[in-house]
């Protein structure tokens, strides 16, 4: 089991980097560059690889072998990197956006292929359980090293020989990947095998009726597009804000890089141990008014303008909130969406919930792509007052269906 999760956790630790590079990295270094925040906004539809995934996740499934998929792309994500580092954002922007895409695009292929590995590896709830736990603190860890560990030197070590110690990680997990025993396993291989000789022709809007009709879909549809509007502004903005006014690069990095994401970490982590006592339902009515609420006191940190270690105090205590909350609501929301994708038949399950994972990437990476926009547009103070009505407006979503709607059941369930 440890050569399992040691396996899962190294892939998902390598597929967050493209995430930290563009959510933490990227915004703070162009926007050191004199870029606008509009243009800063508009570099994650860099993101939309992720959302086209379902397209390409058949063919992972059916041609080829999970091992081969995995080396591939890691060593795409080498070369990406080893190209990167032969450019200089200054002046070849368009290049490192289209070295950034292909990471995306390579990241997300990654991703289909290490969660059908997993699928073929783990067994039993125990290891279903701390599997999930691999892939959660794997992932945010590269996004914490490549957002806060490699800003936090950037300007010692620069752009070039920052992407090189990238290429060599993604090197290293190649050919320990190639190598590795877990992959050997008869379920991974038969599971391919399987899949490939399963021939029947897909339908494409049969399955989606089939979709559209599982109890609680409607619901939870809205829900993943919504649910991170106003903090996923907040998130993108906020940091920016400060280094405008507060923080250079570096403290940023560290304070909202590597501080910041160990509590969204902590977060996540917390809200499997809180589901084991404590409905769903219940859970989400109070997380949600409590994100509300941090985003009051968030707004107020805008108005003060001047540096001082008080402000940059209470900017990291709101930073620290804002991410332990998110990193909550994540788990619980993804709780959601598999407890709506058990009501499927079975054989549209895993495509059940591929859309709805789909769709939530979806929501976070359109607003994201237009906060810097709203920003340009109207200033700081009116841009995080209408973050502030998405966000209590998604609380009033939820707290609705916990009376009358889909998480009524949720509310009055025992947890087991």
Same mark, same amino acid.
């Given at each position: 089991m440890n050569d399992k999760l040691v396996f899962l956790g190294l892939l998902y630790f390598v597929q967050g980097i493209p995430y930290g590079l563009q959510s933490s990295l990227l915004p703070v270094y162009l926007r050191g560059a004199g870029h606008s925040l509009t243009r800063i906004g508009l570099t994650k539809v860099l993101y939309f690889p992720w959302v086209l995934k379902v397209l390409w996740a058949p063919l992972v499934d059916r041609v080829g072998t999970k091992r081969r998929w995995l080396v591939g792309t890691v060593s795409g994500l080498a070369l990406t990197c080893l190209t990167s580092a032969a450019l200089a954002p200054e002046a070849h922007i368009w290049g490192v956006v289209g070295t950034l895409l292909a990471m995306n695009a390579l990241a997300s292929v990654q991703d289909i292929a290490v969660d059908g590995a997993a699928v073929g590896l783990l067994k039993g709830r125990s290891e279903l359980g701390l599997g999930n736990t691999a892939q959660v603190v794997g992932y945010k860890a590269g996004s914490v090293f490549a957002g806060g560990g490699l800003l936090a030197v950037i300007d010692v070590a620069g752009w070039g020989w920052m992407f090189m110690l990238l290429a060599c990680v993604y090197c290293g997990v190649a050919l320990f990947?190639? !190598?590795?025993p877990v992959l050997d396993d008869d379920c991974v291989r038969s599971q391919a095998e399987g899949r490939k000789g399963g021939g029947d022709a897909v339908h494409p809007w049969r399955v989606w009726r089939k979709l559209m009709a599982v109890p609680g879909t409607p619901w939870t549809v809205l829900y993943v597009l919504t649910y991170k509007l106003g903090e996923q502004g907040a998130v993108t903005m906020f940091p920016l804000f400060?280094?405008?006014?507060? *923080? #250079?690069a570096r403290e940023l990095g560290f304070w909202n890089g590597v501080v910041a994401m160990g %509590? =969204?970490? /902590?977060? @996540? =982590? /917390? !809200?499997? /141990?809180?589901?084991?006592?404590? @409905? #769903? !339902? @219940? /859970?989400?009515?109070r997380v949600f008014v409590l994100r509300t609420v941090s985003m009051v006191f968030q707004i107020s940190l805008l108005t003060i303008l001047e540096p001082s270690p008080l402000m940059k105090a209470m900017a990291v205590l709101s930073l620290s909130v804002q991410h332990f909350l998110g990193g909550l609501i994540t788990t619980l929301t %993804?709780?959601?969406? *598999?407890?709506? #994708?058990?009501r499927a038949e079975e054989s549209v399950q895993a495509t059940h919930y591929s859309f709805l994972a789909t769709l939530e990437v979806l929501g976070k990476l359109m607003f994201s792509a237009l906060a810097g926009g709203v920003v340009d547009w109207v200033g700081y103070h009116s841009a995080f007052l209408f973050f502030l009505v998405l966000s209590a407006g998604t609380a009033l979503h939820v707290w609705r269906a916990t009376e009358t709607g889909a998480l009524r059941e949720h509310l009055k369930e025992q947890p087991q």
């Open positions: 990947v190639w !190598g590795a400060l280094l405008d006014h507060h *923080m #250079t %509590f =969204s970490i /902590l977060g @996540s =982590s /917390l !809200g499997g /141990l809180l589901l084991a006592q404590y @409905s #769903t !339902g @219940s /859970l989400m009515r %993804f709780t959601t969406m *598999m407890h709506c #994708t058990q």
